[in-house]
């Protein structure tokens, strides 16, 4: 049982890398292509801020919806679904131009994008169950870095082609072909059957509930929690288990509203603040992202076998961050604080994902993985909507004393996350 357990870890351990790749090669491209998207529109940028918030409007009923799908028809889904959405950019780029073509194409692609999200979510979750690796840290790794390396060639295909055809195009193709690649290496597999970790791992809670023993997945004999045997009552292990991953997504909105703001706004603080030129500027969100990569790379392990440190550690080091750049007398400064920024929120949403899906049966764990990341994606909405009404009463530079403040208050929640990995472990056979 064990060695099969295995052999299907290792056939789908590239997986999660290729999908996380294409799914920040489509974003990058997607960041780079916006002006290119909104002069072919032909409206203002009033109408182009309302026609984005579509992303969010088509994102959140697909990620709702998305995990119960990956359960029931198997991990190749996110494979698929990443290729899908490939397919969704080109077909933004050649609807009729105009409002209400814009519209539609953004709300596809929002809808493609949750779908996708939750998808390659689960994928890396399961992979990481099966082999004992860092899987989930090092697969937001591989995004953030495709990020960073598909904005810049966006960027430079946008000044020699000046066509948003072309650049979908090309980011069509690459995130088709590795959505193809992940398929393949997917095979038939399923997030079922991988509830025995693989050996040598420890995927519990580094501090175990009384009466179990960390990496243990099976209760204290004294225990009936998730044995369909003796279990009184399934349903209320249920409830505490989807309990538990609600407190997990609402800590993971606060990460994801801190990392949206400097990603959304660091340039727009080098323009305003140092009146820095568009190449300058673009820098900082560039630093973030290629920061937030090779932290989840170098951190991977620590956050997998560490969660509740690793948070603690990152709130810290963010909170950092948001200080030095809030307060920076010169520009190169406020991009140091960025950097610093980016390695403390980098361990965040990860560490959060891992620590929430690590004692989800393998049957449930897309339905967790939707539950975890639709709430935390209300963080990632917010975000920068949030942090514009303080830069319109503090100014830009100094909102980042709230964003700062936003990752301090992560430090309060480590005690309910800890009770939160309780309830995960008890409820976690029933949450099928």
């Known amino acids: 049982m064990v060695a099969s357990i295995v052999r299907r870890g290792e056939l789908s351990r590239a997986a999660p890398f290729l999908c996380f790749a294409g799914f920040g090669v489509f974003w990058g491209v997607w960041g780079a292509t916006l002006p290119l998207l909104r002069e072919r529109a032909g409206v203002d940028d009033a109408g182009f801020g309302v026609a984005l918030l579509l992303v969010g409007a088509g994102a959140l009923p697909a990620m709702l919806l998305t995990g119960r799908l990956v359960d029931a028809l198997g991990l190749r889904t996110a494979g698929t679904l990443l290729a899908t959405l490939g397919v969704l950019g080109v077909v933004l ?28 979510n689960t994928l890396a979750a399961t992979v990481e169950r099966r082999t004992g690796r860092p899987v989930v840290a090092r697969s937001h790794a591989a995004f953030s870095g495709a990020v960073a390396l598909s904005s810049l060639g966006a960027g430079a295909l946008a000044g020699l082609a ?63 929690v998730g044995d369909d045997h003796s279990a009184p009552a ?20 606060l990460a994801f509203a801190a990392e949206n703001a400097y990603q959304s706004w660091a340039a727009v603080l080098l323009t305003d603040t140092f009146a820095a030129g568009p190449a300058a500027a ?114 830009v530079q100094r909102a980042f004393l709230g964003v700062a403040a936003v990752t301090g208050a992560l430090l309060v929640t480590i005690p309910a996350l800890s009770a939160a990995g309780r309830r995960l472990r008890a409820g976690g056979a029933a949450g099928s």
Not at 109 to 118: F, L, Q, W
Not at 174 to 181: E, F, P, T
Not at 201 to 209: E, F, K, L
């Open 93 to 120: 780029s050649v609807v009729p131009a105009g409002y209400a073509g814009l519209c539609a194409g953004i709300l596809l692609v929002g809808a493609g994008s949750g779908a996708c999200d939750v998808a390659i």
């Open 162 to 224: 000046g066509s948003l055809v072309v650049n979908f195009a090309a980011a069509g193709a690459v995130v088709v072909a590795l959505g193809a690649a992940a398929v393949a290496r997917t095979g038939a597999a399923t997030t079922a059957g991988d509830d025995h970790p693989a050996p040598g791992t420890t995927p519990g809670d580094v501090h175990p509930a009384p009466g179990t023993t960390a990496g243990d997945d099976h209760p204290a004999p004294a225990s009936t």
């Open 234 to 253: 399934p349903a209320r292990g249920a409830a505490v288990l989807w309990g538990g991953l609600v407190v997990v997504g609402a800590v993971g909105a």
């Open 282 to 395: 673009a820098a900082a969100p560039a630093a973030f992202a290629a920061t937030a990569a090779l932290s989840r790379l170098a951190a991977g392990a620590f956050m997998l076998r560490r969660p509740l440190a690793a948070l603690a550690g990152g709130a810290l080091v963010a909170t950092a961050g948001g200080v030095l750049t809030a307060l920076a007398p010169v520009p190169a400064l406020a991009v140091a604080g960025v950097v610093v920024a980016a390695c403390g929120t980098a361990a965040l949403f990860p560490t959060l994902l891992s620590y929430g899906l690590r004692d989800v049966r393998g049957a449930a764990r897309g339905r967790a993985t939707s539950a975890v990341t639709t709430v935390a994606y209300l963080g990632f909405l917010a975000g920068p909507a949030c942090f514009g009404l303080l830069a319109d009463a503090a100014g």
